[in-house]
């Protein structure tokens, strides 16, 4: 009997160990012992600095912690289990941060989304990788450029570069100028003619819209249905084809008589002299 009490007392100082470890465990790495739960798959261009048992803080809070680490591809797959309660929506955000500057320990910040649809667990949400890639990536930017600039001042800055581009820049100046003075010599002739035609057509307005041009138009017209009707002397000598002719046979005689006189003066005319 004895040495069966000393087992048994040996066996409850175990259990009684093993409890205090666990529990300090899960003080020590922040757990709330509670049931339930759920998990998260996120995925990351990099995780860097970021391990398993890393917190992850629900708008500040710490709510989980990492399960799990895992190279997919070109991506890095993080699985976070977060405590039963925490209300993720469609929009929400995952970040690697820093704890502090110099600490490099690193945690999930999760912003829950505003969107009024619930997260899909099946997906995997995109997060943002630490700001030290970040840096990292500005770093290596900042690098080609500076490569960038180089190669320009060595071949684009050259001196012949500077003077060919000085003559160009002078070039275009000139051909600007010219064309300003052309610009403004055409303006001032298509003034000119502007205020011509202006000046004419107010002189046809005026011409147009006198008593003499008026009284001019009318007589035309009266003489004109006249003629058509037949009135008058001229009318009468238009509309006859036998006076016509006659008048016509008429001149060409008085024209032969003219040329002929010119021609032959002696015959028509005769001076004695006493």
């Known amino acids: 009997m004895p040495k069966r009490g000393v087992e048994i007392r040996v066996g409850a100082l175990l259990i009684v160990a093993m409890a205090v470890l666990f529990l300090g465990y899960t003080w020590y790495s922040g757990y709330k012992f509670r ?23 629900v708008a500040g809070v710490k709510k989980g912690k990492v399960r799990s680490i895992r190279l997919e591809g070109k991506d890095v797959e993080v699985v976070l289990r977060l405590e039963q309660g925490v209300e993720l ?30 997260l899909d667990l099946d997906g995997r949400p995109r997060g943002k990788p630490s700001a030290a890639f970040a840096m990292n990536k500005i770093v290596d930017l900042s690098e080609s450029v500076n490569e ?18 000085r003559e160009t820049i002078e070039n275009l100046n000139a051909l600007t100028k010219n ?14 003619g502007v205020n011509a035609f202006k000046s004419a ?74």
């Open 35 to 57: 049931h339930g739960g759920y998990h998260v798959s996120v995925l990351f261009s990099d995780v860097t600095g970021l391990q398993v048992g890393d917190d992850v803080r």
């Open 89 to 118: 929506y469609k929009d929400a955000g995952f970040a690697i941060m820093d704890v502090a500057l110099i600490s490099g320990t690193k945690y999930i910040a999760v912003m829950p989304g505003t969107s009024s649809v619930a």
């Open 148 to 165: 960038l600039v180089t190669v320009l001042r060595e071949n684009l800055f050259t001196d012949e570069a500077v003077t060919s581009a």
């Open 179 to 192: 064309l300003t003075t052309v610009l403004d010599k055409s303006g001032r002739d298509l003034a000119t």
């Open 201 to 274: 057509s107010i002189k046809l307005d005026l011409l147009l819209g006198s008593e003499e041009f008026t009284n001019t138009v009318a007589r035309l017209d009266t003489l004109t249905r006249k003629i058509s009707s037949g009135e008058g002397s001229l009318a009468k000598l238009l509309n006859d084809p036998d006076a016509y002719d006659e008048m016509k046979g008429t001149l060409k005689a008085a024209k032969e008589l003219l040329e002929d006189i010119k021609a032959h003066p002696r015959k028509y005319i005769n001076l004695e002299l006493f």
